[in-house]
T-cell receptor, first 115, second 117 residues
Framework: EADIYQTPRYLVIGTGKKITLECSQTMGHDKMYWYQQDPGMELHLIHYSYGVNSTEKGDLSSESTVSRIRTEHFPLTLESARPSHTSQYLC????FGAGSGYEQYFGPGTRLTVT | RKEVEQDPGPFNVPEGATVAFNCTYS??????FFWYRQDCRKEPKLLMSVYSSGNEDGRFTAQLNRASQYISLLIRDSKLSDSATYLCVVRWRSGGAGGTSYGKLTFGQGTILTVHP
């Protein structure tokens, strides 16, 4: 089992609220990722990080922001939640380099509903 | 055109059947290929990597055809527990000088498989 955790698992919140989705991994992985996935649809990369103090936007534009102050922690923040943000958010991590096989380990996800 | 395309299915097969999934990718600079499995309302998990020479892991066989930019997954002797969504995943070289790879993956939409008794 992968040692990557996400909280909360489920969140129902009203429009305009600020929310932070937590993601932590205990594998010492340098690289971490956030994906967004709607039901029955593909995963879309919205943020990634190659290490502490490194963050980049992914392939899908997102109004969320991320930070990477510690290797093991990669939180995602929405300053003002909207119904269009309703989705599942998956955090993942991987080790650095070809020797790792580039396998990404996923957390269980946060299912966000904005009313 | 999507970067990674899969037949979404669903594929409904009886136990014991053999089923094959296909996947095409658009970027010829693609470097690494994988099949992930995602159970309903769960996170994706790596099923197997796909190597140029083709590879097998028990009942699962993966093939890669770089010339046609095509990947396949064959499942033999299907089990009820094989029911899931199978994601075709591609990684290509990206980033700075020298084409440094940062391990970003692109996921296909997934193919839904249902194995029934």
């Amino acid at each position: 089992e992968a040692d990557i955790y996400q909280t909360p698992r489920y969140l129902v919140i009203g429009t305009g609220k600020k929310i932070t989705l937590e993601c932590s991994q205990t594998m010492g992985h340098d690289k971490m990722y956030w994906y967004q996935q709607d039901p029955g649809m593909e995963l879309h990369l919205i943020h990634y990080s190659y290490g502490v103090n490194s963050t980049e936007k992914g392939d899908l534009s997102s109004e969320s922001t991320v930070s990477r102050i510690r290797t093991e922690h990669f939180p995602l923040t929405l300053e003002s939640a909207r119904p269009s943000h309703t989705s599942q958010y998956l955090c993942a991590s991987s080790a650095f380099g070809a020797g790792s096989g580039y396998e990404q380990y996923f957390g269980p996800g946060t299912r966000l509903t904005v009313t | 055109r999507k970067e990674v395309e899969q037949d979404p299915g669903p594929f409904n097969v009886p136990e014991g059947a053999t089923v094959a999934f296909n996947c095409t990718y658009s970027n010829s600079a693609s470097q690494s290929f994988f099949w992930y499995r995602q159970d309903c309302r769960k996170e994706p998990k790596l099923l197997m990597s796909v190597y140029s020479s083709g590879n097998e892991d028990g009942r699962f066989t993966a093939q890669l055809n770089r010339a046609s930019q095509y990947i396949s997954l064959l499942i033999r002797d299907s089990k009820l527990s094989d029911s899931a969504t199978y994601l075709c995943v591609v990684r290509w070289r990206s980033g700075g000088a020298g084409g440094t790879s940062y391990g970003k993956l692109t996921f296909g939409q997934g193919t839904i498989l249902t194995v029934h008794p």
